[in-house]
């Protein structure tokens, strides 16, 4: 009955919650775009003092100020958007796939992190590793973006 409840007040502010999570998943994924390319300028500029204070400083604030808030904002509206549509894990294997490749992300996204405490004691990767490296949640969200509009399975 709680649960019913709560349903029908998430379908209420479902398009809210929705234009939240998708601002949320803008955020989150800006910051899976730029921190590994900030990771190749460390990797190639490793031996300038100056530059890598910098770098260190736009990476720990891009990981954390940005990173974290938007990757928690999007697991918590895309939940309730879970929640809102009791039907939505029946809808298809297109949203088991989609959930895979979300979970993949956040793997993602932690080894940023690990990646960005390696850094901060030594060129743990080259550049071109980064480069490789950076092209992985492009990947993950064109395939999120096709799964999501087309349902093809």
Avoid at 13 to 24: G, M
Avoid at 130 to 135: D, G
Wanted: net charge positive.
């Amino acid at each position: 009955m709680l649960l019913e409840s709560f349903r029908y007040t998430l379908a209420e502010y479902y398009l809210y919650i929705k234009v939240f999570h998708i601002v949320s998943i803008i955020t989150w994924m800006a910051m899976l775009f730029y921190l590994p390319r900030l990771f190749v300028y460390h990797a190639e500029q490793y031996e300038n003092a100056g530059f890598r204070s910098v770098v260190e400083l736009q990476e720990k604030r891009l990981y954390y100020a940005i990173g974290y808030p938007a990757m928690i904002a999007v697991l918590v509206s895309g939940s309730l958007i879970t929640l809102a549509l009791p039907g939505i894990m029946q809808s298809g294997g297109w949203i088991h796939a989609k959930f895979t490749l979300v979970l993949l992300l956040l793997v993602y996204h932690f080894l940023c992190g690990f990646y960005r405490k390696k850094l901060l004691v030594s060129r743990c990767k080259s550049g071109r590793f980064f480069r490789i490296f950076n092209e992985i949640p492009t990947l993950f969200m064109v395939i999120i973006v096709y799964l999501v509009v087309v349902k093809s399975f």
